[in-house]
C-alpha cells in the first residue's frame, strides 16, 4: 500500500511538472466543460411541477412544523442534527461575531434560503474556505512547485487566497440574490396585472395571491414560492400586515415594497386597491422599460473596445492585404 501512494504521489508530481500533459488536460476539460453546457439545456430536468408543488404545500409545512414545535418529542432527524452541527460549531468559535455581518440574514432570505440553519452554513463555510484555500496554496506553492520567487512573495500570495476565500461565499450569495431579484422584478408587472384582475373580480386578497402564484410561475418559479409563502403566511399570521411586509423584506425590491404599502393601507382603512394596483403596475412596467433602454444605450461603447481589438486589424489586413501584396509583387 505504501509503495502504490508513492507511485500515485509521484505520477500526480510528474503530471503537475510536465507542461504538454497540463496543458492537454486542461484542454479536455474545457472541451469537455463546453459540451457539457451546450447540453445542459437539453439534459436538464423541468423542476417547476416539483418547485410549485413545494410552494402548495408551504401552509401545511407551517402548520406542521408550529405542532411539532409546541409538541417537542425526543426524536432527532439528521437534518436537525446536522444543524445542530453546525450551531454548536458557531457557537464554540463565536463565528457570529468575527464573520458575521449585520445584513447576513436578510441577504441569505433574499436569496431563498430562509432556513434557520442557512446563516449558521453561511458562516461556517466563510470560515472553512479560507483555511482550506490557505493550506491549498501553502502546499502548491512550498511543496508541490518550486517557484523562483521569494518566500515573502509566496506567502503574499498564499493570504491573497485565503482573503478570496473570506469573500466567496459573500460573493455567491450576492449573485445568488441579484439574479433572484431580476426574474422577480421582470415578472412583477404581470403579476400585478392577474392581482389586479383577481381583485376587480371579487376574490379576497388571499386567493388572488394563491391564484397569481399558480399563474406567473412559468415566468418567474421565485416569484411564485414568494406568493406563495404569502399566501401561507396569510393565513397563518394573526396579523396580515405583518405577511405583507415579509414579502418587501424577502424579496428587497422597492416596486414590490410600494405594492406592500398600499396593502397594508388597504387593511387598515379600507381603501380600494384597484386604482392603487392601476397605476403601481403601470409604474413597474415604465421602470421595466427604462432598465431595458438603459442597458441597449449602454451598448455602444461597451462594443467599442471589442471592435477596436478584433474587427479593425482584420478590416485594415483585408483591405491593405491585396496593395501589399502588389507592391512586394512589383518589387
Same mark, same amino acid.
Given at each position: ?27 479536455? !476539460?474545457?472541451?469537455? /466543460?463546453?459540451? *457539457?453546457? %451546450?447540453?445542459?439545456? &437539453? ?6 411541477? #416539483? +418547485? ?111 482573503? !478570496?476565500?473570506?469573500? /466567496?461565499?459573500? *460573493?455567491? %450569495?450576492?449573485?445568488? &440574490? ?6 422577480? #422584478? +421582470? ?145
Amino acid at each position: 500500500m505504501v509503495e502504490i501512494a508513492h507511485d500515485i504521489v509521484l505520477l500526480i508530481l510528474r503530471v503537475i511538472h510536465d507542461p504538454r500533459l497540463l496543458t492537454t488536460i486542461l484542454i479536455a !476539460i474545457a472541451a469537455a /466543460a463546453t459540451v *457539457l453546457t %451546450l447540453a445542459m439545456p &437539453v439534459m436538464q430536468n423541468d423542476g417547476l411541477l #416539483r +418547485r410549485m408543488n413545494n410552494v402548495a404545500l408551504e401552509r401545511s409545512k407551517i402548520r406542521a412544523r408550529e405542532r411539532e414545535r409546541a409538541a417537542k418529542g425526543d426524536a432527532v432527524s439528521l437534518r436537525q442534527a446536522q444543524n445542530a452541527t453546525m450551531k454548536r460549531v458557531v457557537d464554540i468559535f463565536n463565528l457570529s461575531r468575527w464573520l458575521g455581518t449585520e445584513d447576513a440574514r436578510a441577504r441569505l432570505t433574499m436569496a431563498g434560503y430562509r432556513s434557520p440553519a442557512a446563516m449558521w452554513t453561511f458562516l461556517v463555510f466563510r470560515a472553512v474556505t479560507p483555511l482550506a484555500l490557505l493550506a491549498l496554496s501553502l502546499l502548491y506553492l512550498f511543496v508541490l512547485v518550486n517557484l523562483a520567487f521569494p518566500p515573502l512573495f509566496k506567502v503574499a500570495i498564499c493570504i491573497g487566497v485565503a482573503y !478570496i476565500g473570506v469573500k /466567496a461565499p459573500e *460573493l455567491f %450569495l450576492k449573485n445568488s &440574490v441579484q439574479k433572484r431579484q431580476l426574474s422577480i #422584478r +421582470r415578472a412583477w408587472p404581470d403579476a400585478l396585472d392577474l392581482l389586479l384582475i383577481c381583485v376587480e373580480s371579487g376574490m379576497s386578497i388571499e386567493h388572488a395571491f394563491r391564484k397569481v402564484s399558480g399563474e406567473v410561475a412559468t415566468a418567474s418559479v421565485p416569484l411564485a414560492e414568494e406568493l406563495g409563502v404569502t399566501t401561507a403566511e396569510l393565513s397563518y399570521l394573526p396579523d396580515r400586515r405583518q405577511a405583507f411586509e415579509n414579502l418587501a423584506a424577502r424579496t428587497g425590491l422597492d416596486g414590490v415594497k410600494a405594492v406592500t404599502t398600499a396593502l397594508v393601507q388597504s387593511e387598515r382603512y379600507g381603501t380600494p386597491l384597484g386604482h392603487t394596483l392601476r397605476v403601481l403596475a403601470q409604474e413597474n412596467r415604465d421602470m421595466r422599460m427604462m432598465e431595458a433602454e438603459k442597458k441597449a444605450a449602454a451598448l455602444p461603447p461597451m462594443l467599442t473596445v471589442p471592435m477596436i481589438v478584433f474587427f479593425l486589424p482584420v478590416l485594415f489586413v483585408v483591405i491593405m492585404g491585396p496593395a501589399m501584396i502588389s507592391v512586394m509583387g512589383l518589387k
